[in-house]
């Protein structure tokens, strides 16, 4: 009778763990206090590294967040990216899309599973996205223009006459393009490459794609029109610097990111300027942003309507501001 009784006592608390344990999902999880974050990065280049490090960092900081990360090789080995880490559990999805329309289809799979999702700067279309993180392209450009416009005001040039090389020519990438006519005047500059849209393409951001472009401006005279290369990363900023060589020391050479490479370029005098984006700001962002998703927390947007956060995190970067900024970091 004793044991009877212990098997059916036995039976009873079995079936009450089992039920606690196996509650229903929220957010496209299993009911858990844990914050399951996956993260889609966009490559495995040296911007995308010294983010996911900056993410890590900062989660270890926090009780009750767990993070995953994957690196696309390519828009189509992201689809893959994502739908692991939708399979892996999480409950917070970060996408930095290598190509918004690409991963859009897999991006929406995983919003009707219920999980959150924060999308990290590129634009994903036609996603019910819950937040996006990032700080408008423009900031770029106006800074750089600002630069520009201090050097024509001390004389140091007459007008910016500028051949411009993009790395993607999206609306979104190419604003760190407008940003610069934000701030100069048309009798201050002029874009004399590229006809209409006032600028040269090196594919998927190719260093080697920009030497080449330069090379060709070299190699037909083109070069003799500018006194500017404003490039719009650091990478394809080193490839302009390699085509140039030392043979013209007055064009000015500016970029995007204050890479490694930007950084080296800034203090060997081979670049000027370029701009800086802090990466323990930008994983802050993130970060927080997931958590209070997860909680149901008040997000304060910066733009309500496109439910946007700008983590302000971009500034210029010269050889008088690197030091500073730098040690902020």
């Known amino acids: 009778?004793?044991?009877?009784?212990?098997?059916?006592?036995?039976?009873?608390?079995?079936?009450?763990?089992?039920?606690?344990?196996?509650?229903?999902?929220?957010?496209?999880?299993?009911?858990?206090?844990?914050?399951?974050?996956g993260v889609a990065l966009s490559s495995s280049d040296e911007f995308n590294t010294n983010l996911r490090r900056e993410y890590q960092a900062y989660a270890n900081t926090?009780?009750?967040?767990?993070?995953?990360?994957t690196h696309a090789t390519s828009p189509a080995s992201q689809v893959q990216d994502i739908e692991n880490l939708v399979s892996q559990g999480v409950n917070v999805l970060v996408v930095r899309a290598?190509?918004?329309?690409?991963?859009?289809?897999?991006?929406?799979?995983?919003?009707?599973r219920g999980i959150y999702i924060v999308i990290d700067e590129a634009e994903v279309p036609n996603v019910d996205y819950d937040v996006r993180i990032t700080g408008d392209q423009?900031?770029?450009?106006?800074?750089?223009?600002?630069?520009?416009?201090?050097?024509?005001s001390r004389r140091e040039i007459d007008t910016a006459r500028i051949g411009y090389i993009a790395g993607s020519a999206s609306e979104f990438a190419l604003r760190r393009k407008v940003g610069?006519?934000?701030?100069?005047?048309?009798?201050?500059?002029e874009f004399v490459i590229g006809g209409a849209g006032g600028y040269e393409l090196a594919e998927q951001w190719s260093a080697t794609r920009a030497q080449q472009i330069v090379e060709n401006w070299i190699t037909s005279g083109q070069i003799s029109r500018m006194n500017v290369i404003s490039c719009m990363n650091d990478e394809i900023a080193n490839g302009a610097i390699a085509a140039l060589g030392t043979q013209f020391p007055n064009i000015i050479v500016l970029g995007v990111d204050g890479s490694t490479v930007g950084q080296a370029n800034?203090?060997?005098?081979?670049?000027?300027?370029?701009?800086?984006?802090?990466?323990?700001?930008?994983a802050k962002a993130v970060i927080d942003t997931c958590?209070?998703?997860?909680?149901?927390?008040?997000?304060?947007?910066?733009?309500?309507?496109?439910?946007?956060?700008?983590p302000k995190h971009i500034s210029l970067m010269t050889l008088q501001t690197i030091d500073s900024l730098l040690s902020s970091n």
């Open 1 to 37: 009778m004793k044991k009877s009784l212990l098997a059916v006592f036995l039976l009873i608390i079995g079936a009450v763990v089992l039920f606690a344990g196996g509650g229903g999902q929220q957010g496209g999880q299993q009911s858990s206090n844990e914050v399951r974050i």
């Open 62 to 69: 926090l009780s009750g967040v767990r993070i995953s990360f």
């Open 98 to 112: 290598a190509d918004g329309q690409t991963v859009a289809p897999a991006v929406n799979a995983a919003k009707a």
């Open 138 to 152: 423009m900031n770029h450009g106006i800074m750089l223009g600002e630069y520009l416009k201090d050097m024509i």
């Open 180 to 189: 610069i006519s934000e701030v100069l005047t048309p009798a201050e500059h």
């Open 266 to 282: 800034i203090r060997n005098g081979r670049m000027r300027a370029t701009t800086y984006q802090d990466s323990k700001k930008s």
């Open 291 to 310: 958590v209070s998703l997860f909680k149901k927390e008040t997000i304060s947007f910066s733009n309500p309507q496109t439910r946007i956060v700008d």
